[in-house]
């Protein structure tokens, strides 16, 4: 679980080095009372008994009236859960600002567009070779992060919403009934500020993580739109620069990712579903700390509104560990190990035998995945789940153990339903879950049509009887 579940945790510290006008600057990536980390500069520390006042004290007009504009889009917020519009904006200014390492976003060239397009294809003639799912993609784009940013909020929407949603309720929900009419209007408020507070961390959240992704299934999980294999040319660059491995084969190893990615999600219909339905079911088990939040509701001030946010940044909504979470978390993750198993061994199998690099990229991969890279961990902050295949060495093997007894379609086979997955159990004993018997569905079927016409009557359209008749009930003698 994260330390700081929903995405409310302190901003980063500032150096203290006197240079107030470097803290302020977003030029130079600054994050003081006008920065993405806090946009509305409401939060400890902000000074004085007027935080207003020492807020705007400072600011030139231009930067007061964007401040003034901020303050009323956050109040004035009506809609859903999270304000995301604010959060694609944050996000899109945190891209702008670069990575910490200097790396700023750039256009994609034709140049760079051609080489991803050829990458993406040549992966897919690969994996021909090594599973019975055919391309999944229908179409392959290079992404600036910016427009990565743009493509994948719809599903970080989906996957944030129900989180948010929960504490929307509490908040209206702490004060007795024949109170919440007459404090409507704060009400109001708090939720509008909920909303604003949410979108200003998944903004800042979603923006950092667009400077680390190289694809757009990075987590495990389909954030893109559906059949569109994507790379990000820039952060495959940076993905590959400490390696020693040459870019073409760094480009390529990730294409086959992605593109194993495509596939799965493409062919198993089932499996976006469940995988979100997982992250639902964990939401709805969240527990809100009531108690505190009557507080902050009988002692809110308008004119303070960082006390709200003080509030949630001291873990307000720590989830509890309930049976319901703690099932959806356990669906989650062995789902998760089984996917990034899966595309392991069969990109695995496809570059094996073509890249000389493909052990030093792969084992590269897995501990990236595997130990928390920055997908999990931004993840984990948005709404207290960590993406973390923790499962992903075991699962692998199991797959492969899979192929060698029963070849490509007999593995790939199993997706056809959850329930003829791997558990979590099976990844204790692998060998045990390739070599036990398999159940002959068509058998089962035959049982229960057997079963549904009831004892000695033969299934409709059947044969002669055993006792010589024709099985339509009458009695041949009459013929």
């Not at 702008?96 to 034709?110: R, Y």
């Not at 990458?119 to 784009?141: I, K, N, Q």
């Not at 949410?198 to 954030?223: C, K, R």
């Not at 002692?299 to 946010?309: G, K, R």
């Amino acid at each position: 679980m994260s330390d700081t579940p929903f995405g409310f945790g302190l901003p980063p510290e500032e150096p203290d080095d006197g240079d107030q006008g470097k803290k302020n600057d977003p030029s130079r990536g600054g994050q003081g009372s006008g920065g993405p980390a806090n946009p509305f500069g409401f939060g400890p520390g902000a000074g004085g008994d007027n935080p207003f006042a020492a807020m705007f004290g400072s600011m030139n007009p231009t930067d007061l009236g964007a401040a003034f504009q901020q303050l009323g889009q956050m109040l004035s917020y009506e809609g859903g859960p999270v304000n995301w519009d604010m959060a694609k904006q944050i996000a899109r200014q945190t891209v702008s600002q670069g990575t910490s390492d200097g790396s700023k976003d750039t256009s994609v060239g034709p140049a760079e567009r051609a080489a991803v397009d050829e990458a993406l294809r040549l992966a897919d003639l690969w994996l021909d070779g090594v599973t019975s799912m055919p391309s999944g993609a229908v179409s392959s784009v290079a992404w600036s992060r910016a427009e990565w940013v743009e493509a994948t909020l719809p599903a970080w929407q989906q996957l944030v919403d129900p989180v948010a949603e929960r504490v929307g309720l509490a908040m209206g929900d702490v004060l007795p009934e024949e109170m919440q009419a007459m404090a409507g209007p704060l009400i109001g408020m708090m939720r509008s500020m909920g909303g604003a507070m949410f979108g200003q961390q998944i903004g800042q959240a979603v923006g950092v993580l667009a400077g680390e992704v190289v694809g757009s299934t990075d987590i495990g999980l389909p954030l893109g739109p559906a059949g569109r294999a994507a790379l990000l040319p820039l952060n495959v660059e940076r993905f590959g620069k400490d390696l020693s491995v040459p870019q073409d084969e760094v480009r390529l190893y990730l294409a086959l990712r992605e593109a194993a990615h495509q596939r799965l999600f493409a062919h198993v219909p089932w499996l976006r579903s469940h995988l979100f339905g997982a992250v639902e079911g964990y939401a709805r088990g969240i527990k809100v700390d009531t108690s505190k939040l009557e507080d902050v509701v009988g002692q809110f001030d308008p004119s303070q509104p960082e006390q709200l946010q003080e509030a949630l940044q001291q873990g307000m909504f720590q989830p509890e560990e309930t049976p319901e979470q703690k099932a959806a978390l356990a669906r989650l993750e062995t789902a998760l190990a089984l996917v990034e198993g899966w595309v392991d061994a069969v990109v695995h199998a496809a570059a094996k035998s073509r890249l000389t690099s493909a052990d030093a990229l792969r084992e590269t991969m897995r501990r990236r995945r595997a130990s928390g890279g920055p997908a999990e961990q931004t993840f984990a902050t948005l709404i207290g789940l960590q993406l973390r295949p923790r499962r992903l060495r075991d699962a692998s093997r199991l797959w492969a153990s899979l192929t060698d007894a029963r070849g490509l379609e007999g593995r790939d086979a199993l997706w056809e339903h959850p329930d003829m997955l791997p558990t979590a159990q099976d990844l204790d004993d692998p060998d045990g879950f390739v070599h036990h018997e398999q159940l002959d569905f068509s058998e089962l079927d035959k049982m229960l049509g057997e079963a549904a016409n009831g004892p000695g009557r033969p299934e409709p359209g059947a044969g002669p009887s055993e006792d010589g008749g024709s099985g339509d009930g009458k009695d041949d003698t009459d013929k």
